[in-house]
């Protein structure tokens, strides 16, 4: 079963503009990681935020907030007057420490283009 | 510092040749994972070294992979034979920490492997 669901395969925004990026996860561990990775043209998966399970608290860094809520398993990812340099994919995974030890499950993620 | 570095970049083989994949982890980072993204799924977990062992090699497909870590520090993932079913982007990730779900990875560019 999947367990990151990104439900948006592809989000096209004009410069400027606010998007959210929705994620749910499913987990029956009381203790987890969920972490965003971004995926720039160039390839590379470069980490944009983890949060622990113990953590609800929403963060903001610039630009970029991330809502957790535990109640409605989610941990959507906001971006603020969208640029056209946000233009990536972008993935959410989440970490558990059962049965899959700590391998990073990410989902199908979701290609945003920002266009001027 | 330099990142993770993958070669190739991409490698375009016939089914049932053999390819060789390389990563070179962040220098001091004992931690290396493989994953894999085949078209249009999830990326998925394939193994996990710390140094020159297995730590967990559950993702593995099948005989047919094999990866190294002669001395801790790179290591190769080798498809003999390949199939079709073996194209998509193959990411090398390595950690500093130990092994935890915490842990934030430090992902290359991928290798690109296509089968035909």
């Known amino acids: 079963a999947q367990k990151v669901t990104q439900a948006q395969t592809e989000i096209s925004v004009v410069e400027k503009e606010d998007v959210t990026l929705d994620c749910v996860y499913e987990?029956?561990?009381?203790?987890?990681?969920l972490f965003w990775y971004k995926q720039p043209p160039s390839g590379e998966l470069v980490f944009l935020i983890r949060r622990n399970s113990f953590d609800e608290q929403n963060e903001i860094s610039g630009r970029y907030s991330w809502n957790f809520q535990k109640s409605t398993s989610s941990f959507n990812f906001t971006i603020t007057a969208s640029q056209v340099v946000d233009s990536a994919v972008y993935f959410c995974?989440?970490?558990?420490?059962?049965?899959?030890?700590?391998?990073?499950?990410f989902g199908k993620g979701t290609s945003l283009l920002v266009t001027p | 510092e330099a990142g993770v570095t993958q070669f190739p970049s991409h490698s375009v083989i016939e089914k049932g040749q053999t390819v060789t994949l390389r990563c070179d982890p962040i220098s001091g980072h004992d931690n290396l994972y493989w994953y894999r993204r085949v078209m249009g799924k999830e990326i998925k977990f394939l193994l996990h070294f710390v140094k020159e062992s297995k730590q967990d090699e559950s993702g593995m497909p099948n005989n047919r992979f094999l990866a190294e870590r002669t001395g801790g520090t790179y290591s190769t993932l080798k498809v003999q034979p390949a199939e079709l079913e073996d194209s998509g982007v193959y990411f090398c990730?390595?950690?500093?920490?130990?092994?935890?779900?915490?842990?934030?990875?430090?992902f290359g560019a991928g290798s690109r492997l296509t089968v035909l």
């Open positions: 995974a989440l970490s558990e420490g059962t049965d899959s030890g700590y391998a990073l499950n």
């Open positions: 987990t029956r561990d009381t203790t987890y990681y």
């Open positions: 990730a390595s950690s500093q920490d130990s092994w935890s779900g915490a842990n934030v990875l430090t």
